[in-house]
């Protein structure tokens, strides 16, 4: 029996009635979404949901060459069921998550630790892996790091100067972002989305946008497309020259460090003329575009834009042509491929480890169905490779905004959502600099959120860093971490 | 960059900078700007004028669009940080406008006026307020003329800069670290959520603005605050500025 027949196909963007989504009792649910990561799919999301006094399972899977994306439910149950991440580790997160959210015990899951809730026990020193031996010693830092940086803690055990294992333990963040989103639109929610993670308030409104406009039926106009390409663009442009000068800082390559800090903010600044907000606040709203960049602002970023683009290739080329700036990236915070699949990484962490993954390429949306991004894919797996995606992605996406810039569509008059479908499920993804964002909305029998179930791309991507770690000299975890460069709010929400 | 001895960089047109609340404008019964704002910044008891709290706002502009009086103004001005909490709001007639912030007392002026050293905290904050406090210490602005330096430490700091709504989660945290700094120190809020919460305020995991466990010196409204205003807080704290500015 073809397996997908036990699942609801939809395309990124799309909605289902809640009813046309196969359900099955919790065995067969676990055996059909088992069967089909072992064919190769992906896992974009897993979560829990009440059902009256129980709670039902929802899997969305991604069929990355196909383009498609299928969901399925099992029927409502309390109590555990049987934990996947054994055979496939990239579920583990989902499967802690769904058993602090809602009490469902994953039977089997190697390391359950809380998510971001209870800090008591995530942060219990007993709680991590530790190892043992007369010449091991530990080394704990955080929450409260030394830069400027959000919060988080790493616990390293260490024999000598070497990582053998690296726990990172979050939560610190947590706002309680889905538990507001319930009930909701409502008049915070897309400002809460904005913030979800303040350097990706593009890629998270543009998804939240995207989620909307499935469930009310709606297809924005191409005008308010274009302006969320651009942006999403201006943002990754914005997030990889200050990764870039970030990783040359922690090899003290000043130059590069010292230029692309400033450029950074330059891209910012790109933003901000067309919305006001270095960050894209009101940029991005579901059903229109607010904002109208009329042919004398057009000119003027474009203008902008190219000086920008090429101070920050410069800026970064620097360091290329620095030969021992350069080796102290390579064959460092390796994570192998084989590894990047199983633990499902993510966005340009993935591509870095020569994994063909990218939702602008395999579930594009929006603009992105007319005119396409190359895509950037480097095969080690090390700290070098990561900014080398970066770099590519830098060229990329800059000769992809100079030639859509050049042929904006007419703007249209478009209306406010006011009204979602009642009892429909949207997937919404989008690429956002890191990665993959996904949104899983589900509405009521009244249109109010039923669930909305938020994943940056930290939120697969952690694991990785902790892997990078392993057999590294510890002193090299600054530029491991930046060049991932993970959000911790993000993962906390 | 010569600010503050010339005039700074100009904001994005778009930005709009501070608000200002001619409430005399407003008709008694006229709701419509305290039923839009996202974060409940506008409150209104009947018969009185309209409160607007800058502390809440994320300047999203929304209320100055619909406001059908033309009562809520965007008067392009980026100097925003204010001493007290009280100072952020604006309420006719008299408070137009915020009071802007004043330097700080002789004695700790002598102490931290050429140097001060800041830890930052981020305590539920979404990266966006640190990133453009981030952006100060680079060679654009180069924060480090002024004698004002990020440090890694609290032990090395004279004070904290607070980003966030204060999880739950960080509030121990945060108070150790606040501990740890040595008499006297300073405390300042960057940005909605750490004055109010901004849009997190009330939530359950969340304390709601810095205040609520650690005494504010110095509050940075915005969401986030542009470099700027985050700038212009600093010095005014610190009497840097030319008396014109």
């Known amino acids: 029996m073809n397996v997908l027949n036990s699942f609801a196909l939809l395309a990124n963007g799309e909605a289902l009635d809640w009813n046309q989504i196969p359900e099955y009792s919790l065995s ?19 979560f829990a949901l009440p059902e009256g006094s129980e709670k039902r399972l929802v899997a969305v899977l991604a069929l990355d060459s196909s383009s498609v994306l299928c969901v399925s439910r099992s029927q409502p149950f309390s109590g555990s069921f049987p934990s996947l991440t054994p055979k496939y580790p990239e579920a583990h997160l989902f499967e802690r998550e769904i058993y602090e959210q809602y009490g469902l015990l994953p039977l089997g899951h190697p390391w359950l630790k809380p998510v971001r809730k209870n800090l008591n026990v995530i942060q219990d020193p007993k709680n991590f892996f530790s190892v043992e031996g007369a010449e091991i010693h530990e080394v704990s830092v955080g929450p409260v790091h030394a830069g400027v940086i959000e919060p988080g803690h790493f616990r390293f055990q260490c024999d000598g100067e070497e990582v053998l294992h690296l726990e990172i333990a979050l939560g610190y963040q947590h706002r309680g972002i889905e538990e507001a989103l319930l009930g909701g639109p409502h008049r915070l929610s897309v400002y809460q989305i904005e913030t979800i993670a303040g350097d990706t308030t593009i890629g998270h409104s543009s998804a939240y946008a995207q989620a909307l406009e499935a469930l009310a039926g709606v297809q924005a106009p191409l005008y308010a497309l274009w302006v969320r390409a651009i942006a999403l663009e201006l943002e990754r442009l914005a997030n990889h020259t200050g990764d870039l000068g970030a990783l040359a800082n922690d090899v003290a390559f000043i130059p590069t460090s010292s ?13 901000a003329l067309l919305c006001g907000n270095r960050f894209g606040r009101g940029m991005v709203r579901p059903g229109f575009s607010p904002i109208d960049c009329e042919p004398k602002r057009l000119a003027l970023l474009s203008d902008r834009f190219e000086q920008t683009l090429r101070d920050a290739l410069q800026a970064v080329g620097w360091f290329w042509d620095s030969a021992s700036s350069r080796a102290r990236f390579e064959q460092v915070g390796s994570v192998e491929t084989s590894m990047a699949a199983k633990i499902g990484l993510v966005g340009l962490a993935a591509r870095s480890c020569g994994l063909v993954r990218d939702v602008r390429f395999d579930h594009p949306t929006g603009w992105y169905r007319f005119a396409q991004v190359p895509l950037a894919v480097w095969p080690d797996g090390d700290v070098f490779s990561r900014a080398k995606v970066r770099w590519l992605e830098m060229q990329h996406s800059g000769e992809f905004l100079k030639e859509q810039f050049n042929s904006p569509p007419e703007p249209e008059s478009a209306e406010k959502i006011t009204r979602l479908a009642p009892d429909k499920l949207a997937v919404s993804l989008i690429e956002g600099w890191r990665g993959e964002i996904c949104h899983v909305a589900l509405t009521d029998s009244e249109g ?3 669930r909305y179930k938020v994943t940056d791309p930290s939120f697969h991507n952690w694991m990785g860093l902790a892997l990078a770690l392993r057999n590294q000299a510890i002193s090299d975890f600054p530029i491991c971490n930046k060049s991932f460069n993970l959000s911790y709010c993000g993962f906390d929400l | 960059m010569r600010f503050p001895h010339e005039a700074p960089p100009p904001l994005p047109d778009r930005h709009g900078g501070s608000l200002r609340l001619e409430g005399s404008k407003c008709p008694s019964d006229c709701q419509v700007c305290s039923q839009l704002c996202p974060t409940q910044a506008i409150s209104r008891t009947c018969g009185k004028p309209p409160v607007l709290d800058l502390g809440k706002c994320l ?28 100072d952020l709001l604006l309420v006719s007639p008299g408070k137009e406008e915020i009071r802007l912030a004043s330097a700080l007392e002789s004695k700790m002026l002598k102490m931290f006026g050429r140097s001060l050293k800041l830890r930052q905290v981020s ?13 100060l210490g680079t060679i654009g602005w180069d924060l480090g003329r002024f004698g004002i330096q990020y440090v890694a430490s609290p032990r090395h700091a004279d004070g904290l800069l607070v980003t966030g709504p204060v999880s739950k989660n960080m509030e121990l945290a945060l108070k ?11 405390v300042i809020a960057v940005g909605a959520c750490a004055i109010s919460g901004g849009p997190f305020a009330n939530h359950e995991q969340v304390r709601s603005g810095v205040d609520a466990i650690l005494p504010v010196d110095l509050y940075i409204p915005g969401c986030p605050p542009h470099p700027l205003t985050i700038l212009d807080g600093l010095l005014r704290l610190l009497n840097r500025l030319d008396k014109q500015t």
Do not use: H, W
């Open chain 1, 28 to 46: 067969d649910f676990i055996r059909n979404v088992s069967e089909e990561l072992e064919l190769g799919a992906r896992m974009v999301s897993f």
């Open chain 1, 259 to 271: 230029a692309c800090g400033k450029i950074r903010g330059d891209f910012l600044n790109l933003t």
């Open chain 1, 448 to 450: 109010r959120f039923r």
């Open chain 2, 59 to 86: 300047f999203c502009g929304e209320c100055t669009r619909a406001c059908p009086s033309q009562a809520i103004l965007r008067t392009g001005d980026y100097r925003m940080a204010t001493r007290q909490r009280e």
């Open chain 2, 123 to 135: 305590a539920g904050g979404c990266n966006a307020c640190e990133a453009d406090i981030n952006v």
């Open chain 2, 176 to 186: 150790k670290t606040y501990d740890a700094v040595s008499e006297p120190k300073i």
